[in-house]
Structures are given as C-alpha cells and as structure tokens.
C-alpha cells in the first residue's frame, strides 16, 4: 500500500490517531490462473482497488479492523449481492496480518463464492518496518510503534464480475438499484448493440 510508505519515518501524537485514509490504487500480480474458475477476469495481471489504510494505537486496532469490514459489508449489502464473510484462520494469514477478514461474493455464471475483499490488522509489522511510530502521551512521551490495519473496499474485476453475473436476466443486465443513479437516464436496451445470440 502505498500511503505505508509516505508515512515512513514519521511520528505522532496519540491524539492524532487514529488516522484514516483512502486511496485508489493501481495493482500489479505476477501470478497467472490456476484453474478455470480463476481465469480472465478473476485472476488478473493488472487492476484497479479502492483502498482504506490506517494507523492506530495498539487499543484501537481491533475497532479499526471492524470498522473497515462494516464498510466493506455495507458496500456489497448495498449493491444486493449474496455474500459471506470467512474469518481466516492462522494458516491462511501472511506474515503481516495478526487477523484478517475476508469477503466472498457469488458469481452465479461461475457457480462459486469469489473473494472480493479482504480486510486485516497488521499490528505493528508494517510500522516497525516502516518506522512509523507515536508519542504515548499516558507514558512520559516514550515512542510506541504504530499499528496499521488495510482493506479493501473495492476491487474493479471481481466487482464487475460480481455484479453483472447477479443482476443478468434472460432480457439483459438490469442494474441494482443502487448503481441507477450513476447511469445515463435515457439507458434503453435498444440503444445498446448486442452480440448476437
């Protein structure tokens, strides 16, 4: 992430945190589809992410973490998917992560739940790394290392994927309600050119 890196070196005060912020981000992953259900645009080379990113006390961590993912269950609640939310176990964290969320919608063209946003609390290994520290005002201004939690509220391929799969009828793509408002009022199927069948 890489508002991590500007806030390298950096120190805070207490009062300052949490701090939160939101960027979009443009993703690079070198590893290809291993199988057919992660093919063309599941598993991507190149992709867009709306992120959240925070730094917090060590006590306002876990409130931070949860806080991310009621944003990230509001987005799909709003956007009138089927959804779940696995909380990973151990073995299926990175070496950041103390605990992680992750979200999974499903695709109905593909028959199977998909991840589509993950959330974690990294506690303070991004910030020791990264030395990202703050003032404790509780303990005559010695430094404590920052935690840091991320997620993703948003992940352009597997959103879309999600989306059209959902909302596709024998008569084409009906939009939720919820994204109406951001398309052309005079939308009319007729004015669309469409494959043949």
Known sequence: MGIADKLASRTFKESELPKLFFAESRCFRPEISKSASEAKLYRVHEFNKLEMFAICTPTQSSKVLQMFLEIQIKIWSKLGVKYRVL????EELGAAASRKYDIEA????????GEVSSTSNCTD??????GIKYQNEGNSGEECFVHTCNG???????ALITVLETFQTSRGFVPPEILKQFL????HRDKLKMAPA
């Open 87 to 90: 909380d990973m176990p151990s």
């Open 184 to 187: 052309p009022k005079d939308r």
């Open 106 to 113: 499903w695709m109905p063209g593909r028959g199977i739940y």
């Open 125 to 130: 290994y991004q910030a020791r790394r990264l």
């Open 152 to 158: 993703t509220a948003m992940a352009s391929t597997r």
